[in-house]
């Protein structure tokens, strides 16, 4: 689990599951049924670097469960082998999983380090 300066996240597959649109609603899909909720702003206009970002991987057709678990043990602090292939099954088994949380910076550089191992990414957000 990430300390306070960021890190992996555990339960990673309600939360990627939820849409947020531009306009600071997020939507939930549970049961059969939806929920819209709209999220209060934490921050003045054009502030939306600071705070958390989540990292998430996206399954896909290509990647193999060894890639992606040897990806993510290899790019993402405090991540085992062993962590990555529980990942990559919750991956497999959800259709996604944040992986890291963390400041912006540090969530940007971990995003390119495995977008660029190949593994299928999800857009950077705020969490």
């Known amino acids: 689990m990430g300390g306070a300066g960021g890190g992996p996240t555990g339960g990673a597959g309600a939360i990627c599951a939820a849409s947020r649109n531009q306009t600071g609603f997020r939507a939930y899909s549970a049961f059969g049924m939806s929920l819209t909720v709209e999220l209060p702003r934490t921050a003045g206009p054009g502030s939306g670097l600071g705070g958390m ?12 469960f060894d890639h992606v678990a040897e990806t ?56």
Do not use: Q
């Open 53 to 64: 970002w989540n990292v998430v991987v996206l399954n896909d057709s290509h990647n193999t």
């Open 72 to 127: 993510l043990a290899d790019h993402l602090p405090g991540i085992s082998l062993a962590d990555g292939y529980r990942i990559a099954d919750r991956i497999h088994r959800t259709g996604c999983a944040i992986v890291w949380s963390g400041v912006h910076e540090d969530a940007e550089r971990y995003w390119m380090g495995l977008d660029g191992a190949g593994l299928t990414m999800a857009p950077l957000e705020a969490a």
